[in-house]
């Protein structure tokens, strides 16, 4: 409340709809975490990217920029890759209590492959930033925190025991930590040699 005061009703309006993807995301009537139909997957998308990275920099600047947007997409996937990975560790046990995730709703299979897509996507989302000039050229270093990503896919077959899974999500971890590090850093170091 008192950022809105200091900088306006975008601040409430970023808040608030963080605050409504939290509560209904598994709240009735909407529990849209639990459709199939990739809402949860929108959802930590919006929460853990575009919405706190935009709040932030409009909190800072009092500005919006559409590079901002863009900036907070390769960790915004990454986050969402996460949760998405997340979901193979228990969802016999989702589809057994009527939890529609879209692991639930494609199978294995070709959940496997769409999470394998969001990988390379989240990756391509950070080429597509340093292109346009968002990100300088050296956070490109970030690109070698798939390396895990893809030895881990390489193990995995069309079905497997839910704990084959665990290390797909210390790879999804590890990934999303070491590559937001490196982004961060990146930004920083442009900060400073663009003052010298």
Known sequence: MIL???CGWLVLLFGGLGALIAYFYVAPP????????GYSEIAIL???GVLPTVGSYYVQTMQLDYRVILLSLPIGLLTT???????FLHWKADKSAGKR??????GEKRALAFSKFLCVLSYAALVMCVFL???????LIGLFTVVPFWRVYGKLKAENPSPA????????????????VIMMLSLVIEVVVQAL
Not at 81 to 87: E, R
């Open 101 to 106: 995730t879209l692991v639930v709703v494609w």
């Open 165 to 180: 899974y665990l290390p797909l999500m210390g790879a999804s971890l590890k990934a999303t930590v070491r590559c937001g």
């Open 46 to 48: 919006l929460s853990f």
């Open 30 to 37: 909407i529990k849209f975490g639990y459709r199939g139909k």
């Open 81 to 87: 890759l996460i949760l998405f990975n997340h979901h």
């Open 133 to 139: 000039h968002v990100f300088p050229y050296y956070a």
């Open 4 to 6: 809105s005061f200091l």
